[in-house]
């Protein structure tokens, strides 16, 4: 979803697009939601550890 706003997938790109990116508009609710999914999956990760390690 990232890629499909932004055309980039180098960091230092995402960072030059970024910091003049638009907040409202209907390519910034593809942003959100990409940003929301790696946000989403990385605390997933993060919880999932503590429970792993009581069942083993």
């Known amino acids: 979803m990232i890629y499909g706003s ?9 960072a ?5 990116y638009e907040i409202i508009g209907a390519r910034s609710s593809g942003l959100f939601m990409g940003i929301l999914s790696i ?7 993060i919880i999932a550890v503590p429970l792993w390690a009581a069942v083993g």
Do not use: E, N, R, Y
């Open 6 to 14: 932004t055309g980039a997938t180098h960091f230092d790109q995402l």
């Open 39 to 45: 946000a989403t999956g990385s605390l997933f990760k």
């Open 16 to 20: 030059k697009i970024l910091t003049g």
